[in-house]
């Protein structure tokens, strides 16, 4: 059965820091692989899509990266800013490819200004 | 819409009662999903419509929980008799295509949950 592990589950750090994500999952076999980002009391923000070909993806500051083989993505924040404070997801697509994501429990991140 | 739409909000309710949680999803999605995420746990899938498609019900946790989604739009998640384990956040889901499987999913602000 899958496993979908974030870790740490909270983290603070000061302004400015450039920050990195762990996810990890027990079953190489996915589709792909998605970051969302959660804000209190508000619904998922998709960030990153990683199909399971790609090594990683970047959008903005931010980048993920993938290596299935491992089972471990990473989600990179470049110059992090108050703004980013958010709880970060990560959910893996099954290898026989329907939306039955498998979701994380979450790193709850904390950019002190 | 601008975005997938979810009412109520906040859903208060005592044990027993029946419940209708609503989701109107992005214009021209055709793929709707429900997911639920309790306190200190991760989303848990619930269901999903393909198009005029048989949903897919294999997420939901009992008899209790059944949903529906009237003309390729809109959907509705009812959950009868309900009981304190059921509180919780319910999020739903829309993406373009369910068979377009690396497709972002786009989520609703969620309906918060409390059985009293």
């Known amino acids: 059965k899958q496993e979908v592990t974030q870790i740490p589950a909270a983290l603070s750090v000061p302004e400015g820091e450039n920050l990195v994500l762990n996810c990890s999952f027990t079953?190489?076999?996915?589709?792909?692989l998605q970051w969302f980002r959660q804000d209190p009391g508000k619904g998922l923000t998709s960030l990153l899509l990683i199909q399971s070909s790609q090594r990683e993806q970047t959008s903005g500051r931010l980048n993920a990266s993938l290596d299935k083989s491992s089972g471990r993505s990473t989600l990179y924040i470049a110059a992090s800013q108050p703004g980013d404070s958010a709880t970060y997801l990560c959910a893996v697509m099954p290898p026989s490819g329907t939306y039955k994501y498998i979701f994380g429990t979450g790193t709850r991140l904390k950019v002190l200004a | 819409g601008a975005g997938v739409s979810q009412s109520p909000s906040n859903k208060v309710t005592e044990k027993g009662k029946d419940v209708e949680l609503r989701c109107d999803p992005i214009s021209g999605h055709t793929a709707l999903y429900w997911y639920r995420q309790s306190l200190g746990q991760g989303l848990e899938f619930l269901i999903y419509f393909q198009g005029n498609s048989a949903p897919d019900k294999s997420g939901l946790p009992s008899d209790r929980f059944s949903a529906e989604r009237t003309g390729g739009s809109v959907s509705t998640l009812t959950i009868q008799r309900t009981q304190q384990e059921d509180s919780a956040v319910y999020l739903c889901a829309s993406s373009v295509s369910a068979s377009l499987l690396n497709e972002k999913l786009f989520f609703g602000s969620g309906t918060q949950l409390s059985v009293l």
């Open positions: 079953d190489s076999a996915i589709y792909n």
